[in-house]
């Protein structure tokens, strides 16, 4: 038989051993909550995700697989393209592109078919008037070019490069009247030659 004393001293050595056991798993449940508030803290004040709580003792739990949700795309529906026809250029009222904006070549020398006389490849401004005589049959008048050649004029005399026609011969000067660009009459007077040489 065991001495009671001996078994209440086991008894209390007993209890003891619960108690401290209890303890020491009460401070590790407290120290646990304290860590896991913890890193609940830091989780929040870095924006970041949240931690999974920790697994139970008894092994990892198997990752539950989430069902993708179904994304919501919109359908985009084309707008029925119209079978256009294919274009084609029409030069009905629009100008020739190869065609020069500015006319180089005067009219009046598309319309002309006969060649022009010597007095017609002059400008007025180069014929000098040296003469006017008076004939039964009208005046007529002698010109002369820069180079010295004469040449008589009458009514009706084609003279210059502007298609000009003699109208009238007077006694001090010749009147032409040009048609080109448009028409005008222009007056040579008579170069008179002074006493003692030429003018």
Not at 48 to 68: C, D, H, L, M, R
């Given at each position: 038989m065991k001495n009671p004393l001996k078994r209440k001293d086991e008894a209390e050595e007993r209890q003891g051993k619960r108690e401290k056991t209890f303890m020491t798993r009460g401070r590790n449940r407290f120290h646990l909550m304290w860590m896991i508030a913890g890193l609940f803290f830091l989780m929040a004040a870095c924006?970041?995700?949240?931690?999974?709580?920790?697994?139970?003792?008894?092994?990892?739990?198997?990752?539950?697989?989430?069902?993708?949700?179904p994304v919501a795309v919109a359908e985009k529906k084309e707008p029925e393209k119209k079978q256009e026809a294919a274009y084609q250029y029409s030069?009905?009222?629009k100008p020739d592109p190869f065609k020069p904006f500015i006319q180089l070549?005067?009219?009046?020398?598309?319309?002309?078919?006969?060649?022009?006389?010597?007095?017609?490849k002059y400008d007025l401004s180069q014929l000098k008037?040296?003469?006017?005589?008076?004939?039964?049959e009208g005046n007529v008048a002698m010109v002369?070019?820069?180079a010295g050649k004469g040449y008589f004029v009458k009514k009706g005399t084609e003279i210059g490069k502007n298609d000009g026609k003699v109208?009238?011969?007077l006694k001090d000067r010749v009147i032409i009247e040009e048609l080109y660009p448009e028409k005008n009459e222009v007056s040579i007077f008579l170069h008179k030659i002074?006493?003692?040489?030429?003018?």
């Amino acid at each position: 038989m065991k001495n009671p004393l001996k078994r209440k001293d086991e008894a209390e050595e007993r209890q003891g051993k619960r108690e401290k056991t209890f303890m020491t798993r009460g401070r590790n449940r407290f120290h646990l909550m304290w860590m896991i508030a913890g890193l609940f803290f830091l989780m929040a004040a870095c924006g970041g995700e949240t931690v999974p709580p920790s697994p139970p003792k008894g092994g990892v739990p198997k990752p539950v697989a989430k069902k993708a949700e179904p994304v919501a795309v919109a359908e985009k529906k084309e707008p029925e393209k119209k079978q256009e026809a294919a274009y084609q250029y029409s030069p009905a009222g629009k100008p020739d592109p190869f065609k020069p904006f500015i006319q180089l070549t005067p009219v009046k020398e598309l319309t002309r078919t006969a060649p022009l006389t010597p007095l017609q490849k002059y400008d007025l401004s180069q014929l000098k008037l040296v003469a006017i005589m008076a004939t039964r049959e009208g005046n007529v008048a002698m010109v002369e070019d820069s180079a010295g050649k004469g040449y008589f004029v009458k009514k009706g005399t084609e003279i210059g490069k502007n298609d000009g026609k003699v109208t009238k011969i007077l006694k001090d000067r010749v009147i032409i009247e040009e048609l080109y660009p448009e028409k005008n009459e222009v007056s040579i007077f008579l170069h008179k030659i002074e006493e003692g040489g030429e003018s």
